[in-house]
């Protein structure tokens, strides 16, 4: 792919509210935007594609200690040279999901996008109805970005989304929140649960402990695991992007695309290398 089929999209402040983050975002929505170039234009002859987020956020956020205001993963989204064909976005907070209706609406006025208010795990059947349905002349396919603040992810909900044809790319907040926060996992497992659709980890984790593993990758290749469930091809843990920051080199979480079709992980492996910068990503 030429890097310049996805744009960067230069946005000023507009006094709407913003999602507030740090300068490793940038490495994050990079990579989700050239993998969604890669993947609008890729499937573009068979497939109506729809893009998916289900923690959209305000549509710009604001880099701590800067006065820097980018776009946010939706507005790029919106912005690709080869838009796809329907957009959904899922935001609890009602005037960060404001803001971003505004926005939508000034950067891609003609775009077809539905919002659905509220928490995507209770909204998880609005947000699957919103997907048109799919048929031998109207096939339907999905890319869903899951991207929360901290480890809440709900395996049911994508277990929901996943009885259609839906790719994920999954932030997993395995070190910002899951290995800050280890002895409180192990003794208040239910987050951890919830997020990989099982308890059967406990034990687990016990005998990979003893045999020296860390919590984070050993999160990682859990979820995946429960991904395999569904059929997803399973990831390898070096093939997740993990987001430094880098002036610590201290690493803050893993993005890692799932799918049922060998395809999108080339489509991958092309994102990851045209995404890599300077940022402090490997
Ligand atoms: C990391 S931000 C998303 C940023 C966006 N992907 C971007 O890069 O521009 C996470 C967002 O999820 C929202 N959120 C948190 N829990 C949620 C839930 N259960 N359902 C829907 N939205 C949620 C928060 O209000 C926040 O705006």
């Given at each position: 792919?030429?890097?310049?089929?996805?744009?960067t999209?230069?946005?000023e402040?507009?006094?709407?509210?913003?999602?507030?983050?740090?300068v490793?975002?940038?490495?994050?929505?990079?990579?989700?935007a050239?993998?969604?170039?890669?993947?609008?234009?890729?499937?573009?002859?068979?497939?109506?594609?729809?893009?998916?987020?289900?923690?959209?956020?305000?549509g710009?956020?604001?880099?701590?200690?800067t006065?820097?205001?980018?776009?946010?993963?939706?507005?790029?989204?919106?912005?690709?040279k080869?838009?796809?064909?329907?957009?959904?976005?899922?935001?609890?907070?009602?005037?960060?999901l404001?803001?971003?209706?505004?926005?939508?609406?000034?950067?891609?006025?003609s775009?077809?996008?539905?919002?659905?208010?509220g928490?995507?795990?209770?909204?998880?059947?609005?947000i699957?109805?919103a997907?048109?349905?799919?048929?031998?002349?109207?096939?339907?396919l999905?890319?869903?970005?899951?991207?929360?603040?901290?480890?809440?992810?709900k395996?049911?909900?994508?277990?929901?989304?996943?009885?259609?044809?839906?790719?994920?790319?999954?932030?997993?907040?395995?070190?910002?929140?899951?290995?800050?926060?280890?002895?409180?996992?192990?003794?208040?497992?239910?987050?951890?649960?919830?997020?990989?659709?099982?308890?059967?980890?406990?034990?687990?984790?016990?005998?990979?402990?003893?045999?020296?593993?860390?919590f984070?990758?050993?999160?990682?290749?859990?979820?995946?695991?429960?991904?395999?469930?569904?059929k997803?091809?399973p990831p390898?843990?070096?093939?997740?992007r993990?987001?430094?920051?880098?002036?610590?080199?201290?690493?803050?979480?893993?993005?890692?695309?799932?799918?049922?079709?060998?395809?999108?992980?080339?489509?991958?492996?092309?994102?990851?290398k045209?995404?890599?910068?300077?940022?402090?990503?490997?």
């Open positions: 792919m030429n890097a310049l089929d996805y744009n999209v230069n946005v402040a507009d006094g709407l509210t913003c999602n507030d983050v740090g490793w975002t940038e490495a994050k929505h990079r990579l989700v050239y993998y969604a170039a890669l993947f609008s234009k890729g499937m573009k002859e068979k497939w109506k594609r729809v893009y998916i987020e289900l923690y959209a956020g305000a710009y956020s604001h880099i701590r200690d006065e820097r205001v980018i776009a946010g993963s939706p507005i790029q989204a919106l912005k690709l080869v838009p796809f064909d329907k957009y959904i976005f899922c935001e609890q907070d009602p005037e960060k404001e803001a971003l209706r505004a926005r939508v609406r000034l950067h891609a006025p775009a077809d996008v539905t919002f659905i208010p928490d995507c795990d209770a909204n998880v059947d609005k699957a109805a997907i048109p349905r799919y048929s031998k002349t109207n096939k339907v999905s890319l869903c970005f899951v991207d929360p603040n901290d480890i809440g992810i395996f049911a909900t994508l277990q929901e989304l996943a009885k259609k044809y839906v790719d994920f790319i999954v932030l997993l907040a395995l070190y910002t929140d899951a290995l800050r926060a280890e002895k409180h996992y192990i003794k208040n497992p239910s987050k951890i649960d919830q997020l990989l659709g099982t308890s059967a980890w406990h034990d687990r984790w016990k005998t990979a402990k003893q045999a020296g593993s860390e984070p990758r050993f999160l990682a290749e859990e979820f995946t695991a429960s991904m395999a469930t569904m997803y091809i390898p843990f070096y093939s997740m993990k987001v430094f920051f880098y002036e610590k080199n201290f690493p803050l979480y893993a993005v890692g695309l799932f799918s049922r079709h060998a395809l999108a992980y080339t489509l991958w492996d092309k994102a990851l045209g995404s890599d910068d300077q940022l402090g990503l490997f």
